[in-house]
């Protein structure tokens, strides 16, 4: 088997290994490969912004959702997306497994990163009308030329409303903008997929950077923070999502789960819950006993929705990063941070390794400079692998128990609902 054939996870791992080889073998020589790997993660961010933006026009453009329903499966998603929030940056501030990294940062980026830090974007305010206008671009380019998430998907919405509102008016240039919004979707993804590929050999030039400078005992720092995600995971998936469904769904959280299991087991092998969609419908509607329309409104029309994983995800490694900085994250750059990270979460949905693409644009949010971004990116992704497996089965789960709520409320043939 060719190194080309592996997956990806495996391909990651490979270039751990040789940039440890090769910061052995190089020495202080190692450290121009490790610009060369930024390079890549340059390109991610770049791509990310855009792929947002025609991402959710397309949501817009091809989903219909209408009545009651629309209405729980919007506050469904947005309680699930407040309690990810909440878990990962609490979980980042009890554990505090960003200690173990202080001083490793700024060896990278040659900086003193925790300066560096404070001296990035403006400065916090609890003024809301300045905040307010922080989101608003000035220009309808701003976003994209900054990477601005939220503002980013701000536009996107805007331009999906509209393109909502003149196809209700009958408006025949709308299939011309919903083919453009899709085709930009399809060419953007297309490139990332090419992108992706270089991934590994980003990741073996600045393993070969850091280990030449810092020695391995930088990554030993990777397991107090993978812990941490995991146990955000646990109590997100397992915890919060039995609440739900035991008190909203009126159903037994050890059912739901026993149905929910081949699913949730097929996310944490492929880890893609896109690609475990067939598998959830099948679980939902033979094992669970969904009715097709709250199965398929959860688990495929609301998708872009119910990604807590990567939202929960993101908000733990933005905390986790600021501590490996010294840096302190106040309660409005940490509001900021969860709004990117839902907006992330939200706009990326269904693009391949969604939660990579659209890090760096929440740490960019948390006020951490693009060098030290860049840095730590690749250093992250030799856990990546394991942490997206979790963010898929996370991200499965929230589907699988929206889907059983919204059957509780689902019309019946004679006009009532289904019974609890």
Request: charged share 10%; aromatic share 6%; net charge positive.
């Given at each position: 088997?060719?190194?080309?054939?592996?997956?990806?996870?495996?391909?990651?791992?490979?270039?751990?290994?040789?940039?440890?080889?090769?910061?052995?073998?190089?020495?202080?020589?190692?450290?121009?490969?490790?610009?060369?790997?930024?390079?890549?993660?340059?390109?991610?961010?770049?791509?990310?912004?855009?792929?947002?933006?025609?991402?959710?026009?397309?949501?817009?453009?091809?989903?219909?959702?209408?009545?009651?329903?629309?209405?729980?499966?919007?506050?469904?998603?947005?309680?699930?997306?407040?309690?990810?929030?909440?878990?990962?940056?609490?979980?980042?501030?009890?554990?505090?497994?960003?200690?173990?990294?202080?001083?490793?940062?700024?060896?990278?980026?040659?900086?003193?990163?925790?300066?560096?830090?404070?001296?990035?974007?403006?400065?916090?305010?609890?003024?809301?009308?300045?905040?307010?206008?922080?989101?608003?671009?000035?220009?309808?380019?701003?976003?994209?030329?900054?990477?601005?998430?939220?503002?980013?998907?701000?536009?996107?919405?805007?331009?999906?409303?509209?393109?909502?509102?003149?196809?209700?008016?009958?408006?025949p240039s709308v299939g011309t903008w919903e083919a453009f919004?899709?085709?930009?979707?399809?060419?953007?993804?297309?490139?990332?997929?090419?992108?992706?590929?270089?991934?590994?050999?980003?990741?073996?030039?600045?393993?070969?950077?850091?280990?030449?400078?810092?020695?391995?005992?930088?990554?030993?720092?990777?397991?107090?923070?993978?812990?941490?995600?995991?146990?955000?995971?646990?109590?997100?998936?397992?915890?919060?999502?039995?609440?739900?469904?035991?008190?909203?769904?009126?159903?037994?959280?050890?059912?739901?789960?026993?149905?929910?299991?081949?699913?949730?087991?097929?996310?944490?092998?492929?880890?893609?819950?896109?690609?475990?969609?067939?598998?959830?419908?099948?679980?939902?509607?033979?094992?669970?006993?969904?009715?097709?329309?709250?199965?398929?409104?959860?688990?495929?029309?609301?998708?872009?929705?119910?990604?807590?994983?990567?939202?929960?995800?993101?908000?733990?490694?933005?905390?986790?990063?600021?501590?490996?900085?010294?840096?302190?994250?106040?309660?409005?750059?940490?509001?900021?941070?969860?709004?990117?990270?839902?907006?992330?979460?939200?706009?990326?949905?269904?693009?391949p390794e969604a939660g990579l693409i659209t890090l760096p644009?929440?740490?960019?949010?948390?006020?951490?400079?693009?060098?030290?971004?860049?840095?730590?990116?690749?250093?992250?992704?030799?856990?990546?692998?394991?942490?997206?497996?979790?963010?898929?089965?996370?991200?499965?789960?929230?589907?699988?128990?929206?889907?059983?709520?919204?059957?509780?409320?689902?019309?019946?043939?004679?006009?009532?609902?289904?019974?609890?």
């Amino acid at each position: 088997m060719t190194l080309r054939r592996l997956p990806l996870s495996a391909q990651i791992v490979v270039g751990v290994l040789l940039g440890i080889v090769a910061a052995r073998v190089l020495g202080p020589r190692a450290h121009v490969l490790g610009d060369v790997g930024m390079l890549v993660i340059r390109v991610l961010k770049a791509l990310a912004t855009p792929l947002i933006l025609f991402a959710v026009v397309d949501a817009f453009a091809r989903t219909h959702i209408a009545g009651r329903q629309a209405l729980r499966l919007f506050a469904l998603s947005t309680l699930n997306a407040t309690v990810a929030i909440f878990i990962g940056l609490g979980v980042a501030h009890a554990r505090n497994a960003g200690a173990g990294w202080q001083g490793h940062l700024a060896a990278v980026t040659h900086a003193d990163a925790a300066s560096s830090h404070a001296s990035e974007g403006a400065a916090p305010t609890l003024d809301p009308l300045t905040n307010l206008g922080r989101m608003i671009p000035e220009s309808v380019l701003e976003p994209f030329v900054k990477n601005q998430v939220i503002s980013a998907v701000l536009v996107a919405v805007a331009l999906g409303l509209a393109l909502r509102r003149r196809k209700a008016d009958g408006d025949p240039s709308v299939g011309t903008w919903e083919a453009f919004a899709q085709g930009g979707l399809g060419i953007f993804t297309t490139v990332l997929h090419a992108v992706v590929k270089a991934v590994p050999f980003a990741v073996f030039g600045v393993v070969a950077s850091v280990v030449s400078r810092t020695g391995v005992g930088v990554f030993a720092a990777l397991g107090p923070f993978l812990l941490t995600v995991l146990v955000g995971f646990v109590l997100q998936a397992v915890v919060w999502y039995g609440v739900l469904v035991a008190v909203l769904a009126r159903r037994s959280p050890r059912a739901f789960f026993a149905g929910a299991s081949d699913a949730a087991v097929t996310a944490l092998s492929c880890g893609s819950s896109l690609a475990t969609l067939p598998v959830t419908l099948k679980c939902l509607k033979e094992r669970l006993g969904v009715p097709d329309g709250p199965a398929r409104l959860a688990a495929c029309v609301s998708t872009n929705l119910n990604h807590d994983g990567i939202i929960l995800y993101e908000a733990a490694a933005a905390i986790f990063v600021s501590q490996a900085l010294g840096a302190h994250l106040g309660p409005l750059q940490q509001v900021t941070v969860a709004l990117s990270s839902v907006m992330a979460g939200v706009g990326i949905a269904g693009v391949p390794e969604a939660g990579l693409i659209t890090l760096p644009l929440v740490l960019g949010a948390a006020g951490i400079p693009d060098v030290t971004v860049a840095a730590v990116i690749p250093l992250l992704l030799p856990i990546d692998w394991l942490v997206g497996r979790g963010r898929a089965a996370t991200n499965v789960l929230s589907d699988m128990a929206v889907a059983t709520v919204l059957a509780r409320y689902e019309p019946r043939t004679d006009g009532g609902v289904t019974a609890p």
